[in-house]
């Protein structure tokens, strides 16, 4: 089997989808590797070390035509539309719900296509998933931004002159990336509060030294599917902000992280809320690029408003490309080898996991 990894176009992207050490896992798997000059470069990985690994080195013309798979982080951009022919198979996220064009392009050019972030999240699965592996780096570096941005520290601090209290943080949404920014911010000496729709999560959030703000309502029996949240009621959202205002009023970092699958995020604080925060006070919405979790957030932009910095920085795991793309790389890895056998792309599609996966097959349009 020949894999193609092409070089990343999104503005800002610097992750690439193998690195030189899962090159050398495929070709010892018997496969060939080849990479487009310079697809590695943003992640610091040279065309020297691809070389290394046992990689070709070529230009994007000749990946893509030489290639039986096509691998990438990134959904394809319209340039790479044209290159693919058919009887060819793409895999990397895709977001097939959100861009019905490009998903009806791809289909008219008979690929086969799976969505990396659409792969469920059971435990035979689990070291195939990306949003997991992407989402524990971005909790860890939204914490990090935080800090930068707060103009105070996080631990306490006894000194001659004096003590300084720990700065407060609180969480909305104990999932991967929620997980990670606690264990970050308890590392970083903060006290940490922490809230989640599904009350499942308070001993997750317990266990890494977060008070856990629960909601208390009937309707909480069912609000995860497949992992990932559901949505709730307007009710729910009103309970939800009252147990939490106390602790969002005195938070001296907030970091919110709530997303639906296939949805728009939810809104969990307004702008009104953000009027009675502490001057100073700093906003992380990781939720920002799905239309954010804070009313007056904005896509890659520092919005100061009422005293209180609102950061909506997108593609965070992109900020940490070195470790990012090495698990981006593994998930990829283990995913590719799951789809094949002797050496080729062969699925049962009955399996699990490529019914959530395959979003085109030669040329049929399966999930838009």
Known sequence: MKIGVIKETRPGEKRVALTPAVVKDFISDGNEVLVETNAGLNSHFTDEDYKNAGASILDK????????????????????????REGQIFIGLMFPYNQPELIQKLAEKKITAFAM?????????????????????????????????????????MTAAGTVKPARVLIYGVGVAGLQ?????????AIV???DIRPETK???ESLGAKFIQVEDESLKDVSEG?????????????????VDKSLFQADLVITTALVMGRKAPRLITEEQIKQMKHGAVI?????????????????????KHGVKVVGKTNLPSLLAVNASELYAKNMYNFLTFLSKEGQVQYDKEDEIVQGTLVIENGNILKS
């Open 203 to 205: 001993e997750e959030a």
């Open 117 to 157: 972030e659409l792969i469920p999240r059971i435990s035979r699965a689990q070291n195939m998933d990306v949003l997991s592996s992407q989402s524990n780096l971005a909790g860890y570096k939204a914490v990090i931004i935080g800090a930068d941005e707060l103009e105070k520290i996080f631990p306490l601090m």
């Open 61 to 84: 013309k000749d990946v893509f035509n030489q290639a039986d798979v096509i691998v990438k982080v990134n959904p394809p951009s319209d340039d790479d539309v044209d290159f693919f």
């Open 284 to 304: 992380v919405d990781m939720a920002v690029e799905q239309g954010g979790n804070v009313e007056i957030s904005e896509p890659d932009k520092i919005v100061e």
């Open 193 to 195: 509060e922490a809230t």
């Open 181 to 189: 920014a606690i264990a970050t911010a308890k590392r970083l000496g």
């Open 227 to 243: 992992g990932y949240a559901k949505e709730v009621s307007e009710e729910f959202l009103r309970k939800q902000k009252e147990a």
